[in-house]
């Protein structure tokens, strides 16, 4: 798309393909509770159907998403009431190769930000230049976490956007306790 072609927003467009959905609504009498006590952590990245790289379930898992599958203090608050009210027992990382993340520095992102808005974000943008180092430092932040108590199985993997394959991460071993 080049800057001079228009914005179309979608949304009405897709709340006609809702009411297509909802006359076939293939859900009725699924549980609150994930099926495979499952949460999955990933990036927001478009390429990326969690559903259909893991062959996932309507009601299998939680997928809780932002940018880079960051492990941040809400996705924390995300798995706290995943695990604690929801009874998931396992976590499932995943990051993936090309990510926007890769594209900007901390610094240069937030100077940017900075300058066109005025004031300089308080939050981390958590850029990375290695996903493979990013998902062992996401389950690093896990497996220190005071909140999640339940870390007997916790994995993480980067999927290769080019192949559709998961590459699993070693853990640091000093995390894990
Ligand atoms: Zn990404």
Not at 140 to 164: A, E, M, N, W
């Amino acid at each position: 798309m080049t800057p001079a072609d228009p914005f179309l927003p979608s949304t009405d467009e897709l709340l006609v393909h809702n009411a297509r959905f909802a006359d076939n609504f293939p859900d009725h009498g699924l549980h609150l509770a994930p099926r495979r006590k499952l949460a999955v952590v990933a990036c927001m990245d478009s390429r990326m159907d969690i559903f259909q790289i893991l062959g996932l379930d309507h009601g299998d898992a939680h997928i809780i998403r932002n940018a880079g599958g960051v492990v941040t203090d809400d996705v924390i608050r995300s798995l706290v009431v995943s695990q604690r009210l929801l009874g998931t027992q396992e976590i499932i990382l995943i990051h993936h190769t090309n990510c926007g993340l890769q594209t900007v520095s901390e610094d240069g992102f937030k100077s940017d930000i900075e300058r066109d808005c005025g004031i300089k974000p308080w939050w981390a943008i958590e850029t990375f230049t290695d996903p493979h180092v990013d998902v062992r430092q996401s389950m690093s932040r896990l497996h220190s976490s005071p909140f999640i108590t339940t870390k007997g199985h916790i994995r993480g993997f980067v999927y290769d956007v080019d192949t559709g394959r998961l590459i699993e991460v070693q853990p640091d071993d000093r995390h894990i306790g």
